[in-house]
């Protein structure tokens, strides 16, 4: 499969993940637990794929800067805050947040190349996309 469909396809899940996520928080009462549930699945799911695609890249953990691992933070505040917020605001208007944030994230990330990533600077062009693509989602979400 080409990357933009994989990407496609894991954009797909995100509101897919929130909304059962969120469901699952509201039927046991509990958003935190209702995470934890989704992380040790998704430890699970993950350990396996490493052990079959690169079981030898466990032991180079330790020369990693330990900055690198605050993307598990990341993710853990990303899932949290979907499973408490996507019920109250719904599962739409809590994505929409999500992307605009990420719409501003990625753009800085590549204008700076930040952690490593490759330059792409921001031009008048790509600025006016993403904003294109902001109101595009905006307008998607509005009642």
């Known amino acids: 499969m080409h990357y933009a469909g994989i990407m496609?396809?894991?954009?797909?899940g995100v509101p897919i993940l929130a909304a059962l996520n969120a469901a699952l928080g509201?039927?046991?009462?509990?958003p935190a637990v209702a995470a934890s549930v989704?992380?040790?699945?998704?430890?699970?799911v993950?350990?396996?794929v490493a052990l079959v695609t690169a079981p030898d890249a466990v032991s180079r953990l330790?020369?990693?800067?330990?900055?690198?691992?605050?993307?598990?933070?990341l993710v853990a505040f990303y899932v949290l805050s979907i499973t408490w917020i996507a019920p109250v605001i719904g599962v739409g208007n809590a994505?929409?947040?999500?992307?605009l944030g990420q719409l501003i994230a990625a753009a800085a990330i590549d204008h700076f190349g930040l952690f490593s990533a490759q330059v792409s600077p921001l031009s008048l062009?790509?600025?006016?996309?993403?904003a294109l693509m902001a109101v595009g989602v905006f307008v998607t979400q509005r009642a």
């Open 38 to 44: 989704l992380f040790a699945v998704a430890l699970v």
């Open 125 to 130: 062009t790509r600025a006016a996309g993403i």
């Open 8 to 12: 496609l396809l894991a954009g797909i």
């Open 62 to 73: 330790g020369i990693a800067p330990k900055h690198l691992f605050l993307g598990g933070v």
């Open 46 to 48: 993950s350990v396996v």
């Open 26 to 30: 509201r039927l046991i009462g509990s």
């Open 95 to 99: 994505v929409f947040f999500v992307l």
